[in-house]
Nanobody, 123 residues
Framework: DVQLQASGGGLVQAGGYLRLSCTTSRFTFDDYTIGWFRQAPGKEREGVSCISSSDGMIYYADSVKGRFTISRDNGNTVYLQMNNLKPEDTGVYFC?????????????????WGQGTLVTVSS
């Protein structure tokens, strides 16, 4: 059962940018920590970034630090701004939610998931 909706993926050249959005109509994001994960072809899903529900705690995977920025608005949307994209950023990007404020880049800590949006970066 899809709980979240991820959007904003597409095809972009290396060095380009995309902004992904994650939202839901089923619950309020205020009490949830939101994470972004990605799965490249033939690889396991990996954590990209997460943002805490309350205290602003944010984590990034080393591979995206300095290029990606996660943020949340005052409504029910979390964004992942992806700049200076590289071919190795290609994959399906998923957003996920977990109740509480602790931020992990571990998919087993998140119980609510979206359907994913495809990001393709050409060289």
């Amino acid at each position: 059962d899809v709980q979240l909706q991820a959007s904003g993926g597409g095809l972009v050249q290396a060095g380009g940018y995309l902004r992904l959005s994650c939202t839901t109509s089923r619950f309020t994001f205020d009490d949830y920590t939101i994470g972004w994960f990605r799965q490249a072809p033939g690889k396991e899903r990996e954590g990209v970034s997460c943002i805490s529900s309350s205290d602003g705690m944010i984590y990034y995977a080393d591979s995206v630090k300095g290029r990606f920025t996660i943020s949340r608005d005052n409504g029910n949307t979390v964004y992942l701004q992806m700049n200076n994209l590289k071919p190795e950023d290609t994959g399906v990007y998923f957003c996920a939610a977990r109740a509480g404020r602790l931020c992990f880049l571990r998919q087993d800590r998140f119980g609510l998931w979206g359907q994913g949006t495809l990001v393709t970066v050409s060289s």
